[in-house]
């Protein structure tokens, strides 16, 4: 089944389709090369009042999924890190969405819609990065709410949120293990502090950086869900609705590639002819084109299924599948793009090596490619057992 966009869908891909070509792309090569945060092109987005796109209308939002994955998908064509922008405001967004009060929603949520706070979520930690449920920070409580400690790693967008929904081990008074829980922590609390940004292959543009917890206290009300473990699923949750977003940036970055590519071919010549001329390229190039539609089309389906209000255990494997599926797409067909420019692939005077670095960076945030599979594979075969598990990738969020 062909998943066709409906007319507000249309209107949303041709306006970002319109902004992405005349204000985002004249400023993409900029921000990978110097890897600096764009403000101006946060600005834009927030302006625009893009940050609303998947949520509900209570929030100013078109409450579809599929909405914000034409979005992503038009930016990621042109600029990955754009298109980061909104992912990294969107997955808080919707785990305070899943798993907040209503006073949590209340003061979070209208804020974080309109681009006046940012956020950011933290679960990855050096010894366990797809493990999520591996955390060795704790949130030990307290007569009036936690006192967090430990450290985590690749924190995207943390360096300008203005809190992070921090992953800890919840622990009583006396130490006994509650499950994991989310906190958030907002920037300026006493023993918080945001390392040196990562030096990054691609998306340089929204950086990363690791955080420090020194006996971090925060009240009870900056938990999210019930304590006992409820903020792992409302962690996962965020991941599974996440995932066709990621999914959607994945099939930008191979559009992408793929308009650069049809207009070099276009334009270089060899032996004297047009080297779109030549049968091999020009079978490359359709097979770049019949991947790139294939994931397009997953993509659509997984974030229309949401829309349908698909959820939990039945959505997991279905977001894993779009994502791991368009994000390999999207490394085929920049690794292929590269090789159709030749030695030109290789030169940075050229935008399609920033394509294949950012291809690299989306096989492996919001849980790796391998593990993507695994959870496919759950899904048809059932939970494998833990020690035949020896799968140690490491994930960003």
């Keep these: 089944m062909s998943y066709e966009l409906n007319e507000e869908q249309r209107q949303v891909r041709d306006l970002v389709r319109r902004v992405a070509q005349e204000k985002v792309a004249p400023r993409a090569a900029d921000i990978d090369r110097t890897a600096e945060y764009p403000q101006d092109i946060f600005d834009l987005l927030k302006g625009l ?7 509900p209308v209570e929030y100013g939002g078109t409450g579809s999924l599929l909405s914000a994955c034409v979005a992503v998908e038009e930016f990621g064509r042109v600029c990955y890190n754009t298109g980061y922008l909104l992912v990294v405001q969107w997955v808080p967004f919707g785990a305070i969405l899943a798993g907040g009060t209503p006073e949590q929603r209340e003061r979070w949520l209208p804020r974080l819609a309109a681009g006046e706070v940012r956020g950011a979520i933290s679960l990855t930690e050096s010894q366990s990065g797809s493990d999520v449920s591996g955390v060795r920070t704790t949130a030990r409580r307290t007569g009036d709410g936690y006192v967090i400690n430990g ?3 690749w924190c995207t967008n943390s360096h300008v949120a203005d809190f992070v929904l921090v992953a800890a081990r919840t622990l009583d008074a006396d130490g006994t293990a509650r499950g994991i829980n989310l906190f958030i922590v907002e920037r300026g609390t006493p023993g918080f502090t945001v390392g040196r940004k990562e030096d990054k292959m691609g998306a340089r543009g929204v950086p990363s950086c690791p955080l420090f917890f020194d006996d971090v206290h925060v009240r009870e009300d900056a938990r999210l869900g019930a304590e006992g473990g409820e903020g792992f699923k409302v962690a996962m949750e965020a991941l599974n609705t996440s995932r066709p977003i990621i999914a959607a940036r994945a099939v930008g970055l191979a559009q992408g590639a793929i308009d650069h590519a049809v207009e070099f071919m276009q334009g270089r010549s060899a032996f004297g002819q047009s080297i779109a001329e030549f049968q091999g390229l020009r ?3 359709a097979d770049m084109v019949m991947k790139t539609e294939a994931a397009r089309q997953m993509v659509y389906r997984t974030a229309a299924q949401v829309d349908a209000g698909v959820s939990g255990a039945e959505l997991a494997p279905m977001a894993a599948m779009a994502k791991c599926f368009a994000s390999d797409v999207a490394m085929q067909v920049a690794t292929d793009a590269v090789q159709i420019f030749g030695a030109a692939g290789i030169s940075s005077e050229y935008p399609i090596n920033r394509y294949f670095r950012d291809a690299k960076v989306v096989q492996i945030i919001e849980g ?5 599979r695994n959870i496919i594979a759950d899904s048809v075969l059932g939970r494998a057992p833990r020690r035949a598990r020896h799968d140690k990738t490491k994930a960003t969020p």
């Design 368 to 372: 790796t490619n391998q593990i993507q």
């Design 151 to 153: 450290a985590k790693i």
């Design 49 to 55: 009042g893009l940050f609303t796109l998947p949520f």
């Design 283 to 285: 079978w490359m190039l």
